[in-house]
């Protein structure tokens, strides 16, 4: 039987970092938990439990801090992507109060007209980053968009968002596997952290 696509599906990046706070995330019908687990010198994907209480972890080679991991999940589920995925750091509660880790609800975002959004910037506040990409950003996203990256948007520190499959997929998982084989650049995930909008190119329709 086809498993149904979920609603939503919170993707939480981690290293060592303790993961007690997942019990805040709301769990029910249309909600997906996927948690990753960076791991030095892993070969193989392999799928695990951490800490006392037994939390299921999918380890993945390390690289690229949490930037590697959603882009990981990404690529790897290209084709099965939750409408909508929220994408959060193991040390989540630091970029975002435990009332909004609590309400990471599929219903939070229906009336959300945005394809993607860091957690912390409000709809009114968000719009096009009036300022150009720097040399740093650049050495990233030419890469992937050929020397003609997409501005960029409102962010906030902790690279914690959500994105819509639609945005997601309105680029080829090529692009996303570009990406991906850069994780090992230096700064790649500083400089990700505040671009997530060119890499989804979020206001591709802003181009000139």
């Known amino acids: 039987m086809k498993q149904k696509t979920p609603e939503l599906e919170v993707v939480v990046a981690s290293y060592k970092e303790p993961l007690e706070w997942l019990e805040w995330l709301p769990k ?3 909600i997906k938990h996927t948690i990753y687990r960076a791991t030095d010198d892993l070969l193989e994907v392999r799928e695990g439990t951490i800490g006392p209480k037994k939390i299921p972890v999918i380890h993945i080679p390390n690289g690229g801090r949490e930037a590697g991991q959603y882009l990981w999940h990404i690529v ?3 084709k099965t992507l939750a409408k909508l995925t ?6 989540a509660p630091r970029h975002a109060t435990r009332k909004t880790l609590e309400t990471l609800t599929p219903i939070r975002f229906w009336d959300d007209t945005r394809k993607m959004a860091y957690l912390n910037v409000s709809k009114e506040h968000d719009r096009v980053w009036p300022h150009e990409l720097t040399d740093l950003h650049r050495s990233i996203h030419d890469v992937a968009w050929g020397k003609n990256p997409p501005k960029g948007g409102m962010f906030s520190v902790g690279a914690q968002m959500w994105v819509t499959h639609a945005l997601i997929r309105s680029n080829p ?7 991906l084989k850069l ?14 909008h060119v890499v989804f190119g979020a206001y591709k329709d802003s181009w000139e």
Do not use: C, M
């Open 173 to 179: 998982k090529s692009h996303y596997e570009t990406y």
């Open 28 to 30: 029910g019908k249309g």
């Open 86 to 91: 929220v994408f959060l750091q193991g040390d």
């Open 183 to 196: 994780r090992q650049e230096p700064h790649f995930a500083h400089i990700l952290e505040s671009s997530w």
């Open 76 to 78: 790897h589920n290209y």
